[in-house]
């Protein structure tokens, strides 16, 4: 069994943006099969978004700061 050191490739501090537009604070997780997102909000904590790295078909860089 792999550490959870191990199950994911990277774990970066992340911000998703729902359909209205309310700002979910959380981490983005990519491991060899998905990309995960997962809330680090105590009040949300069960939501989480996974997609499936073979689903992923363009990636547009867009600068989120300021």
């Given at each position: ?11 970066v ?17 990519i ?36």
């Open positions: 069994m792999k550490s959870q050191s191990r199950k994911y490739l990277l774990t501090a992340a911000t998703f943006y729902n359909e209205k537009n309310e700002k979910i604070d959380g981490k983005l997780k491991n060899k099969e998905a990309i995960v997102f997962a809330a680090t909000d105590k009040k949300i904590r069960l939501f989480k978004i996974e997609i499936a790295l073979k689903d992923i078909v363009d990636i547009i860089k867009k600068s989120s700061y300021g």
